[in-house]
C-alpha cells in the first residue's frame, strides 16, 4: 500500500508542476484558456489527490511535520509555493509581479522536490 501511495503522491507532484508551468504559459500567452472550465477544475483534483496521498504516507510511514524537519521544511515551503502561485497567477497586479511570482514559485517547487530527494531541510548541503 505504501509504494501505491508514494507512486501516486509522486505523480500527482508531476502533474501539479506541470499544470502549474502550463497555466502560468497560458497565463502570460493565452490568458484566455485560463476561464475554460476543465482547466478551472483540474488542478483541484490533482491537488487534492496530492495533499490526500501526502496525509496517507505521514499516517502510514509515522513520519510527521513539526517532527521531523525536512517534513517541516516541505510544508512550510508548500505554503509559501501556494502563495507565490496565487500571485502569479491570479492576485499580483503588475506583470512584473506576476512573472516574478511565477518563477519564484518555481524555484519553490524545486527546493521541495529536493527536500523530498535529500531529506534534507538544506539539500544543497545534502
Do not use: N
Not at 493565452?30 to 487534492?48: G, I, M, N
Not at 509555493?81 to 506576476?98: E, M, N, S
Amino acid at each position: 500500500m505504501y509504494l501505491l501511495l508514494k507512486h501516486l503522491h509522486v505523480s500527482c507532484v508531476v502533474l501539479s508542476g506541470l499544470g502549474f508551468v502550463l497555466r502560468g504559459y497560458w497565463k502570460f500567452l493565452q490568458p484566455e484558456t485560463l476561464t475554460r472550465p476543465w482547466v478551472r477544475r483540474a488542478p483541484h483534483l490533482v491537488d487534492t489527490l496530492l495533499l490526500g496521498s501526502a496525509l496517507a504516507l505521514a499516517w502510514i510511514s509515522g513520519q510527521y511535520p513539526f517532527v521531523l524537519p525536512w517534513l517541516t521544511a516541505k510544508v512550510l515551503a508548500l505554503l509559501a509555493y501556494i502563495v507565490l502561485g496565487r500571485l502569479a497567477l491570479k492576485r499580483a497586479r503588475t506583470l512584473r509581479g506576476q512573472l516574478l511570482s511565477f518563477f519564484l514559485a518555481l524555484l519553490t517547487l524545486a527546493y521541495i522536490v529536493s527536500v523530498a530527494l535529500t531529506r534534507q531541510p538544506m539539500p544543497w548541503l545534502a
